[in-house]
């Protein structure tokens, strides 16, 4: 096998950066066409999202929401399962969150709030997952089907939650009350200021710090626990995994509720830690976005946490371009799906070329050792 | 006669509603059909949607607007084979990535191209006439007045759309292509057995680009359906989750023609009775509109899980097709 020949640096290294690469191209050119000089746009995206404290602090307060959507993402894929209902998992944790939030806020310390928020986040977000993994693992239904209607099926429970029950009575706006603020996450600023340190004001809040304490979790999980072990198995050999004694239904389902409650945290930080209310489409595609970032992560947490830095920067970047360029917002969108086009979709595209060019240069290497050392051969 | 005249008006917009589902839904057939799993549709909508109006205003056309459309969903859907065929990426990752790309291309292309915050510029405006209007069927006018026949005739047949129509026509029509021609056994064959159409010396390769071709044609007339005839004028997103619907309308369908029309118009009709009334009632029940609209895909799940019939999907479906190397 000649697969056996290509070093991990190539696999991980080479051919990812190749992908970017192209897809930075194929920005570029669709930024010609809108007739602005990527290379004046890549220089307004890194000084709008690394420039400034407050831009920092945008880029950060994405990646927080990009993590736990992507870990949603990866959990699932590590057990071969497609998880695309990470959108409506975030939003129905966001319903646990808010529930807390609204009815505990003020009424009992934050310190106590805050893990039931958290479980409560957790527990929603799974309980929204565990109907389609139920689905898949015991009536054999496609789990990327029912978990995509489950998103439409989510955004219309929580409007008709938001109208009938959420919303104050009489406004006019569909969302819930804001929160007690002593239900709120603090932000960044505010703990600095704490301790007399000031810096710009953002969204950022404590959750990242959680988000980045779940990575490292995830990856205690699924490399170095009995559950993370079968998880994989049931992901590389399904049929190997059964022989082994491994419960596929049972790995199945544990795999879906992990992913369901990743996706939930997400409402930790967009809800608890920023709007502090719940409103009509507060994932905004995030959970979607997850699956992209999980793709340029390689499923792997540490990628994952590299990658949500990266689409971070893409989300505020690319909003800095809307002000500089009166360019539609959008176009982080255009940027979204490149990525995910060239490292996802044509992510083999520059593999077999990439990987004959390293044989090539390694046979002749290796003859030229050979003829250098012919006693050594 | 007040029931009947709005049951006519509901029944009408069903078939408004359900003319792009129909459309779309025999596109995602072919795909799935031959082993392709399409998420895309919705993204495939959205960007003929977008080229058809924007042709369709630049030439005072709506047949431009149409043939532009086509194009576009064409040239998207080959994207998708050259990645799912040529290179086996995977079908979700793909479907998302073009999903992706239509939504930001056509709003930030639309920005460039109008400077109407995405939206394309009205096709009906003064003089021109770019975009579809409705077809009044022959005597509608003269019948209008008759009891029940006009009503069902005038109001309900007659007034739509060409292409609503052509939906409806369609449906024969890629019933006889995918069941009784040669191309459509093929279709059906690679994404049952591509191992066993390969040996008898057919390319699956080239199958499923002509699958995906006819996916490009068929989808192209939804979107255009939508920015050309309906709206006339293109707003980003205007596909709203009906390239999702579609597919779980295909799927309520159990990958076949006729019932998959039958669950576009059932899908069809929830929509009209969604838009019609805040909340409908149902047995004395007041059901809430989010839940009429939730129904759909409701009612899919509730398939899949075997609950109610079974829908089997096609037996190699979202696998790449890769030779056995030696």
Redesign the interface.
Known sequence: MSQQRIPAWITVGVIPLANILIAAIAAGL?FL???INPIDALQSMVSGAFGSGYGLGYTLYYMTSYIFTALAVAVAFKCGM?N?GGEGQAYIGALGVGLVCLGLGGHVPFIVLLPISIIAAAVFGALWAL??AA?QAY????I???T???N??AA??M??LL??FLKPVGTMSVESAVFDRASWIPQMHEVFAFFGIRIAASPLNLSIFWALFVAFAVWVFLWRTRWGYEIRSVGSNTSAARYGGISISRVTILTMLVAGALAGFMALNVVQGQAHQIKLNLVNQMG?TG??VA?MGRNHPFGIVLASLMFGFLTQGGSELQFEYS??A?????????V??FS??????MKHPIERLYLNYARRRDANADDQHPAEA | MELFNSIIVILDATLRNATPLIFAALAGMFSERSGI?N?ALEGKILISAFFGASAAYYFGSPWMGLLAGVLSSVVFAQLHA???VT????H???G???N??????T??????WFSQ??NTPNLAFGDTQARFTPITLPFADQLADVPIIGGIYSELISGHYLLVYLAFAAVPLCWYILFRTRFGLRVRAVGENPHAVDTAGISVAKTRYLALLMTGILVGFAGVYLSVAVTAQFS?NMSA?KG?MA??AL?FGKWRPRTAMQACLLFGLLEAIAIRSQGAVFLGVEV?V??V??TP??L??VL???FIGRSV?PKVI?EPYVKERS
């Open positions: 669709v066409y809108l007739n497609f695309i109907i389609p689905l009536r054999g239904s496609h990327v089907i029912t995509i209607m489950f439409f099926i219309s429970l409007n008709y109208v009938y979607f699956i992209a793709l360019v539609d959008r176009i982080v969108v255009v940027l979204q799906g490149l995910i086009l996802g979709a044509l992510q083999h595209m | 799993v998420i050259f990645a799912t290179h086996n990426g995977d979700v990752v793909s998302l990535a073009i992706i790309l239509a939504a930001g291309l709003a930030a292309v639309g920005n460039y915050g995405g980003p989750g999702y597919l779980a799927i809430p989010q839940l609209e939730a895909y409701i899919t799940v899949l899980g075997g999907a979202g």
